[in-house]
Nanobody, 125 residues
Framework: QVPLVESGGGSVQAGGSLRLSCTKS????????MAWFRQAPGKEREGVAT????????TYADSVKGRFTISKDSDKKTLYLQMTNLKPEDTAVYYC??????????????????RGQGTQVTVSS
Protein backbone atom coordinates (compact mmCIF):
# COMPACT_ATOMS: atom_id res chain seq x y z
CA GLN A 1 0.00 0.00 0.00
CA VAL A 2 1.38 3.40 -0.98
CA PRO A 3 1.68 5.53 2.16
CA LEU A 4 0.89 9.18 2.61
CA VAL A 5 3.96 11.42 2.88
CA GLU A 6 4.00 14.64 4.88
CA SER A 7 6.44 17.53 4.43
CA GLY A 8 6.87 21.16 5.43
CA GLY A 9 7.50 20.83 9.13
CA GLY A 10 10.20 22.81 10.88
CA SER A 11 11.02 25.22 13.67
CA VAL A 12 9.42 28.64 13.92
CA GLN A 13 8.95 31.34 16.54
CA ALA A 14 5.60 32.02 18.12
CA GLY A 15 3.42 34.07 15.81
CA GLY A 16 5.01 32.59 12.72
CA SER A 17 3.53 30.45 9.95
CA LEU A 18 4.17 27.10 8.30
CA ARG A 19 2.46 25.16 5.53
CA LEU A 20 2.38 21.39 5.70
CA SER A 21 1.84 19.23 2.61
CA CYS A 22 0.69 15.65 2.17
CA THR A 23 0.81 13.51 -0.98
CA LYS A 24 0.27 9.90 -2.02
CA SER A 25 2.73 9.02 -4.76
CA UNK A 26 0.99 8.26 -8.04
CA UNK A 27 -2.50 8.81 -6.65
CA UNK A 28 -5.02 11.58 -6.43
CA UNK A 29 -6.46 12.43 -3.04
CA UNK A 30 -9.73 13.49 -4.64
CA UNK A 31 -11.93 10.59 -3.48
CA UNK A 32 -10.63 10.61 0.10
CA UNK A 33 -11.91 12.16 3.28
CA MET A 34 -8.68 13.74 4.55
CA ALA A 35 -7.47 14.95 7.93
CA TRP A 36 -4.55 16.30 9.88
CA PHE A 37 -3.73 14.94 13.32
CA ARG A 38 -1.02 15.91 15.76
CA GLN A 39 0.67 14.37 18.76
CA ALA A 40 2.57 16.41 21.30
CA PRO A 41 5.10 14.80 23.68
CA GLY A 42 3.31 12.95 26.45
CA LYS A 43 -0.13 13.57 24.97
CA GLU A 44 -2.60 11.57 22.94
CA ARG A 45 -2.90 12.08 19.20
CA GLU A 46 -5.68 14.54 18.40
CA GLY A 47 -7.57 15.52 15.29
CA VAL A 48 -6.80 19.01 14.03
CA ALA A 49 -8.81 19.44 10.82
CA THR A 50 -10.77 17.46 8.22
CA UNK A 51 -11.87 18.09 4.65
CA UNK A 52 -14.58 16.18 2.77
CA UNK A 53 -14.16 15.11 -0.87
CA UNK A 54 -17.44 16.18 -2.46
CA UNK A 55 -17.68 19.87 -1.69
CA UNK A 56 -14.63 20.49 0.42
CA UNK A 57 -16.49 21.00 3.70
CA UNK A 58 -14.03 21.47 6.55
CA THR A 59 -14.01 21.06 10.32
CA TYR A 60 -11.46 22.23 12.87
CA ALA A 61 -10.54 21.56 16.45
CA ASP A 62 -11.43 24.52 18.68
CA SER A 63 -7.75 25.03 19.52
CA VAL A 64 -6.85 25.86 15.90
CA LYS A 65 -9.99 27.56 14.57
CA GLY A 66 -9.18 30.85 12.88
CA ARG A 67 -5.47 30.01 12.69
CA PHE A 68 -5.22 26.82 10.60
CA THR A 69 -6.68 26.13 7.15
CA ILE A 70 -6.98 22.70 5.54
CA SER A 71 -7.24 22.53 1.75
CA LYS A 72 -6.46 20.50 -1.35
CA ASP A 73 -4.86 21.86 -4.50
CA SER A 74 -6.91 22.11 -7.68
CA ASP A 75 -5.76 18.75 -9.09
CA LYS A 76 -6.50 17.07 -5.72
CA LYS A 77 -3.02 15.55 -5.49
CA THR A 78 -1.81 17.50 -2.46
CA LEU A 79 -3.36 18.15 0.93
CA TYR A 80 -2.26 21.26 2.80
CA LEU A 81 -2.43 22.60 6.31
CA GLN A 82 -1.70 26.32 6.43
CA MET A 83 -0.80 27.25 10.00
CA THR A 84 -0.63 30.87 11.09
CA ASN A 85 -0.13 32.64 14.41
CA LEU A 86 1.58 29.52 15.72
CA LYS A 87 1.83 29.03 19.47
CA PRO A 88 4.26 26.93 21.54
CA GLU A 89 1.37 24.57 22.34
CA ASP A 90 1.14 23.75 18.62
CA THR A 91 4.46 21.93 18.93
CA ALA A 92 3.84 18.33 17.87
CA VAL A 93 4.37 15.73 15.19
CA TYR A 94 1.72 16.33 12.54
CA TYR A 95 0.24 13.45 10.56
CA CYS A 96 -2.05 13.38 7.55
CA UNK A 97 -4.67 10.68 7.19
CA UNK A 98 -7.21 9.63 4.59
CA UNK A 99 -10.22 7.40 4.23
CA UNK A 100 -12.60 6.44 1.44
CA UNK A 101 -15.31 6.32 4.11
CA UNK A 102 -16.78 9.29 5.89
CA UNK A 103 -14.72 10.23 8.92
CA UNK A 104 -14.72 13.19 11.28
CA UNK A 105 -12.52 14.68 13.97
CA UNK A 106 -14.09 12.29 16.44
CA UNK A 107 -12.71 9.32 14.50
CA UNK A 108 -9.46 8.22 16.06
CA UNK A 109 -6.32 7.99 13.97
CA UNK A 110 -6.26 4.17 13.60
CA UNK A 111 -9.69 4.30 11.91
CA UNK A 112 -8.28 6.27 9.00
CA UNK A 113 -7.06 3.69 6.49
CA UNK A 114 -4.40 5.89 4.90
CA ARG A 115 -1.73 7.28 7.24
CA GLY A 116 1.64 8.99 7.05
CA GLN A 117 4.82 8.97 9.10
CA GLY A 118 4.52 12.52 10.38
CA THR A 119 6.45 15.77 10.24
CA GLN A 120 7.75 17.67 13.27
CA VAL A 121 6.58 21.19 14.01
CA THR A 122 8.35 23.08 16.79
CA VAL A 123 7.22 26.51 17.94
CA SER A 124 9.44 28.44 20.30
CA SER A 125 8.33 31.28 22.54
Amino acid sequence: QVPLVESGGGSVQAGGSLRLSCTKSGYTLGPYFMAWFRQAPGKEREGVATIDPPGGATTYADSVKGRFTISKDSDKKTLYLQMTNLKPEDTAVYYCAGSLYSRGLESSYPHWGQRGQGTQVTVSS
